[in-house]
């Protein structure tokens, strides 16, 4: 799943689905750390920022992450703040196989649809009613579908995205706990149904 850094988004993604990935967009990121740096110190941040987001693995982002932050924490505090928050979130897409990569690490594809879709609701008139809008968005989104379909997948990749899910949902259950054998102490002892009612 990805999302900008809204909060709301971001609680609703990890309840909504709790064993996906969640990738922070890296054009609203990138965004955000180019506001807080200044633009003398900005085009080789961005470099190395760029660098670390696209690394060719997840341990060789964090290592260029913390030789960004080593180097610019004392001129570009907030910058670094920014840079630091959420990593791992940003650099999920590392997770994906590599040719799917640019297709996850960014929100863009989706606010295009949506930019193109404010527009062609401006030129027409209100006067034509909900359904003709919605027909009008439906076919946008089948345009949308079929141009995101153009990513093929291999069956190296195939096997590499069910690895990822087995380790997701692994990681899922070790943290709640799902795995665990109760232990005889835990064991509720059966009661008969004449008893429990």
């Given at each position: 799943m990805v999302s900008d850094g809204a909060?709301?988004?971001?609680?609703?993604?990890?309840?909504?689905?709790?064993?996906?990935?969640?990738?922070?967009?890296?054009?609203?990121?990138?965004?955000?750390?180019?506001?807080?740096?200044?633009?003398?110190?900005?085009?080789?941040?961005?470099?190395?920022?760029?660098?670390?987001?696209?690394?060719?693995?997840?341990?060789?982002?964090?290592?260029?992450?913390?030789?960004?932050?080593?180097?610019?924490?004392?001129?570009?505090?907030?910058?670094?703040?920014?840079?630091?928050?959420?990593?791992?979130?940003?650099?999920?897409?590392?997770?994906?196989?590599?040719?799917?990569?640019?297709?996850?690490?960014?929100?863009?594809?989706?606010?295009?649809?949506?930019v193109e879709e404010r527009r062609r609701?401006?030129?027409?008139?209100?006067?034509?009613?909900?359904?003709?809008?919605?027909k009008l968005m439906f076919s946008a989104?089948?345009?949308?579908?079929?141009?995101?379909?153009?990513?093929?997948?291999?069956?190296?990749?195939?096997?590499?995205?069910?690895?990822?899910?087995?380790?997701?949902?692994?990681?899922?259950?070790?943290?709640?706990?799902?795995?665990?054998?109760?232990?005889?102490?835990?064991?509720?002892?059966?009661?008969?149904?004449?008893?429990?009612?």
């Amino acid at each position: 799943m990805v999302s900008d850094g809204a909060p709301g988004i971001i609680k609703a993604i990890e309840t909504c689905f709790p064993r996906s990935e969640r990738q922070r967009c890296l054009a609203h990121r990138m965004r955000n750390l180019a506001a807080k740096a200044p633009e003398d110190l900005w085009p080789e941040f961005r470099e190395r920022a760029a660098a670390a987001y696209q690394a060719p693995s997840r341990a060789i982002a964090r290592e260029l992450a913390e030789g960004l932050a080593r180097d610019y924490e004392s001129k570009l505090p907030s910058a670094v703040a920014c840079f630091r928050d959420d990593f791992e979130a940003c650099i999920a897409h590392l997770r994906a196989p590599v040719n799917h990569r640019r297709a996850v690490r960014t929100t863009n594809q989706l606010e295009r649809l949506f930019v193109e879709e404010r527009r062609r609701l401006k030129i027409i008139p209100n006067a034509f009613g909900e359904k003709p809008v919605l027909k009008l968005m439906f076919s946008a989104m089948i345009r949308a579908a079929e141009r995101w379909r153009a990513l093929k997948i291999t069956g190296f990749e195939r096997r590499q995205m069910e690895a990822l899910r087995r380790e997701l949902n692994q990681s899922y259950e070790e943290e709640n706990e799902l795995n665990r054998k109760p232990s005889a102490d835990m064991r509720q002892k059966k009661v008969p149904s004449i008893i429990r009612t």
